[in-house]
């Protein structure tokens, strides 16, 4: 089925370890985020691609790297995790971030100790 | 900087009521914007776009409106079903094109 694909669903990770958050779409979109959603305070943006080879940063973006070497796949890394990075992560795609509507991803539930 | 709202938290209503959600954002100059539905453990479902020059969408039992002078935009759901229980999201894309969302109403449509 064509979407965003997210993996893994779940993880735990101990601080100072990395990890990488994995993204991939299947509708040929040009632009793909990654958002944080934590408790009272909404879907904050950490990084954001226009297309392959481009990237920006969002509003929370210190802790994360993005790289886009595909149309296909936006991998957020976290170097070394930190308890404060204990969140829901959801990436997304579209055409463009405002001409039309976003696809999410089902997110990844990630817990620093 | 810009900040949305969405007013109130939460919600309850008995099904079969008409119910509005509120959302409220702090700078006019705004490319779109969009109400999303979040169920528990799922990603985001967009419902309705609309862009700066509109004033409403509709899709079946929702209605959106825009006034961007005054910085808000309401979803209107009609004839509510337990079915629609979810948190609804709305999000305005600025002129840079990032999205900046509202902190999201929890709705419970009681049978």
């Known amino acids: 089925n064509a979407g965003v694909t997210q993996t893994p669903k779940f993880q735990v990770l101990k601080t100072g370890q990395s990890m990488t958050l994995q993204c991939a779409q299947d509708m040929n979109h040009e632009y793909m985020s990654w958002y944080r959603q934590d408790p009272g305070m909404g879907l904050r943006l950490i990084h954001y691609s226009v297309g392959a080879g481009i990237t920006d940063q969002g509003e929370v973006p210190n802790g994360y790297n993005v790289s886009r070497s595909t149309t296909e796949d936006f991998p957020l890394r976290l170097l070394s995790a930190a308890p404060s990075q204990t969140s829901v992560y959801f ?3 579209g055409d463009s971030p ?5 696809t999410f991803g ?8 | 900087k810009q900040e949305v709202t969405q007013i109130p938290a939460a919600l309850s209503v008995p099904e079969g009521e008409n119910l509005v959600l509120n959302c409220s954002f702090t700078d006019s100059a705004i490319y779109n914007l969009q109400w999303f539905r979040q169920d528990p453990g799922k990603g985001l479902t967009s419902l309705l776009l609309i862009q700066s020059s509109q004033r409403e969408q509709t899709s079946g039992r929702l209605n959106a409106s825009l006034d961007k002078s005054s910085g808000r935009s309401t979803l209107y759901i009609a004839a509510s079903q337990p079915g629609d229980s979810a948190t609804y999201l709305c999000a305005v894309v600025n002129q840079g094109g990032k999205l900046i969302f509202g902190q999201g109403t929890e709705l419970s449509v009681k049978p």
Do not use: D, E, H
């Not at chain 1, 405002?98 to 976003?102: C, I």
């Open chain 1, 91 to 93: 990436c997304a795609s």
């Open chain 1, 98 to 102: 405002g001409a039309n509507v976003l």
């Open chain 1, 106 to 113: 089902a997110g990844s539930r990630l817990t620093v100790l």
